[in-house]
Nanobody
Framework: VQLQASGGGLVQAGGSLRLSCEASGRTESIYTVGWFRQAPGKERELRAAITWRGRSTYYADSVKGRFTVSRDDAKNTVYLQMNSLKPEDTAVYYC????????????WGQGTQVTVSS
């Protein structure tokens, strides 16, 4: 499985961005896809996830109500819509996938930088 992430950029606080994660290869082996982020000096943390076939979602408390994860089956793509962005959302965002849980994902996309200015 290969993951291609895109959509990062610079935005002012209160603004929005949409990240995309396109999967290719043996996508039938994917169970869940998640969005992690890593800020400078901090650990990489899972912020949102969605099951590949179902519609179950997960959101960390810090993004609940502001971020929405969705999936386009036809495009094999998972999106992360980020609204009401805050400076503390600044980080490198990674998409990851696995055939089971996201505790230690087998597949990672390249990071995409999100910078929120105050």
């Amino acid at each position: 499985v290969q993951l291609q992430a895109s959509g990062g950029g610079l935005v002012q606080a209160g603004g929005s961005l949409r990240l995309s994660c396109e999967a290719s290869g043996r996508t039938e082996s994917i169970y869940t896809v998640g969005w992690f982020r890593q800020a400078p000096g901090k650990e990489r943390e899972l912020r949102a996830a969605i099951t590949w076939r179902g519609r179950s979602t997960y959101y960390a408390d810090s993004v609940k109500g502001r971020f929405t994860v969705s999936r386009d089956d036809a495009k094999n793509t998972v999106y992360l819509q980020m609204n009401s962005l805050k400076p503390e959302d600044t980080a490198v965002y990674y998409c990851a996938a696995d055939s089971s849980s996201l505790r230690a994902p087998n597949y990672w996309g390249q990071g995409t930088q999100v910078t929120v200015s105050s």
